[in-house]
């Protein structure tokens, strides 16, 4: 794998992140019940192909 395709693969990470961290951040500051749980969760599978890219981007 490439240089930029490791860099690629770290931005998509980052990114997703940030999707993460903004859902659960909205989750918990203005929802409540099954709409927190569900997009709480959400936020969660977002984290999964993250740590891959993450994973990808550092071998």
Aim: aromatic share 14%; hydrophobic share 70%.
């Amino acid at each position: 794998m490439s240089s930029m395709d490791k860099m690629w693969a770290s931005f998509i990470a980052m990114g997703l992140m940030l999707v993460a961290v903004l859902l659960v951040t909205f989750a918990r500051s203005k929802t409540k019940g099954a709409v927190r749980f569900i997009l709480s969760f959400l936020a969660f599978l977002l984290l999964i192909p993250a740590l891959l890219y993450g994973l990808i981007s550092m071998f």
